[in-house]
């Protein structure tokens, strides 16, 4: 049981405890900042400042990233059992995918923004650090994760939730955020392995992720939402759809780097040919999620960590979009990536200030939920 200084502030092993209680779903936190500075930096539309901007929300990012890594991987090697519980959590598991996210998030800003405050070579030599740790952990939350789902963790049938999505994007980041590598590599087969490498991480991610898409849609066909806080996870299906598009956008401009040109120019038109029916999709997911999710908020949806699904996977659809701008050259493409840059800004700034909010209040530094089953229900036509 904590113990209060006599003044009833906690004490220091008090606050410490407190802080073990952090999860890997805080690493949501690092994607949803690194996301806003990518975006803006591959926004296809010029505002002043707006590099600048990109340049501060990265570092805010790697700043968070540090004290993450720090907490997290401190909380593991003193309370090894206490945080093994997290994997044993059934909702709490799937977040351990947000963790290599968070490494390679950053990492692909370094590239992007932060050579201009740290130098191009060190920024590239930081993002292979974090590409390679964040593709080895996301391969092993692809395996793991699911792994503990078949054969260990207690799952209903309207239990599928967009968490089911994290442990099996980052193989998507890893493509997406690899694309940025190529230029920085020597050429000859070293490169060409990189390119069909990081089509292969497209791939696992994209057959995995429809997979959960489906069953997703299935569960709110038939069974309805929870009506709670674990609402806004449906955003995170826009996840692996936007960064797809993504991937394929900078893999197919990338090519020509690594393959002869025809096959060069014809990963160029899968971009295309890819992308577009798939931002259809994602434009209906944002339609429906938007409606979900309004329409749990007016009946009081109280504020969770979960609220981060509502940046990450919406910037990635700003940078899909913003690829698709650079592919196709059409205004349309343009000007939605910009309303949907501004979108993102306004979720991150209002969830970034009610988490800096909940953690100095400690609201959310309590222990995980609770392993118990949340269920889904639909109310009875009237």
């Known amino acids: 049981m904590a113990v209060a200084n006599p003044d009833g502030t906690p004490s220091p092993h008090t606050r410490v405890e407190v802080l073990g209680n952090i999860g890997p779903n805080w690493f949501a936190s690092v994607m949803g900042t690194g996301i806003v500075a990518i975006a803006g930096a591959t926004l296809p539309v010029h505002v002043v400042g707006l590099r600048a901007f990109a340049q ?18 401190g909380h593991w090697l003193r309370h090894p059992t206490v945080a093994r519980t997290h994997a044993r959590n059934p909702q709490m598991a799937h977040f351990y995918g947000a963790a290599p996210m968070a490494l390679m998030t950053v990492g692909g ?4 923004v932060g050579g201009d405050l740290i130098g191009e070579r060190i920024a ?8 390679t740790g964040g593709t080895l952990g996301g391969l092993f939350t692809a395996v793991s994760i699911p792994f503990l789902m078949f054969t260990q963790h207690s799952v209903e ?6 968490g089911w999505l994290m442990p099996v994007v980052p193989p998507m980041v890893t493509a997406a955020t690899g694309a940025l590598l190529l230029p920085h590599m020597s050429a ?22 429809l997979n959960i898409i489906a069953m997703i849609w299935a569960r709110l066909t038939l069974y309805g939402t929870s009506g709670s806080a674990r609402v806004p996870t449906l955003w995170i299906v826009l996840g692996p759809l936007g960064q797809s598009i993504t991937a394929a956008g900078l893999l197919g401009a990338s090519a020509g780097l690594a393959v002869d040109g025809e096959l060069a120019e014809d990963l160029n038109a899968f971009a295309v040919l890819y ?10 997911w944002i339609a ?28 990635t659809f700003v940078t899909g979009t913003s690829q698709l701008a650079g592919h196709t050259h059409l205004p349309a493409f343009r000007v939605a990536a910009a309303i949907a840059y501004a979108g993102l ?4 700034l209002l969830v970034a200030a009610r988490t800096a909010r909940g953690s100095l209040r400690g609201n959310l530094l309590k222990l995980p939920p609770s392993t118990a089953a949340v269920k889904a229900s639909k109310e009875p036509v009237s």
Do not use: E, H, K, Q
């Open 56 to 73: 501060v929300v990265w570092v805010i990012a790697a700043v968070l990233l540090v004290a993450l890594v720090v907490l997290v991987g």
């Open 109 to 112: 800003g370094a590239v992007l």
């Open 124 to 131: 590239v030599d930081l993002d292979w650090v974090l590409w």
């Open 157 to 162: 049938p309207d239990a599928a939730f967009g």
């Open 188 to 209: 000859g087969t070293g490169r060409a392995t990189m390119l069909y490498g990081c089509y292969a991480m497209f791939g696992l991610s994209l057959l995995a992720s």
């Open 275 to 284: 992308g577009v029916p798939v931002w259809g999709f994602a434009v209906l």
């Open 288 to 315: 429906l999620a938007t409606a979900l999710t309004v329409r749990t908020l007016r009946r009081g949806m109280p504020f969770a960590l979960t609220w981060w699904s509502l940046t990450f996977p919406v910037g």
């Open 345 to 348: 800004l306004f979720t991150w």
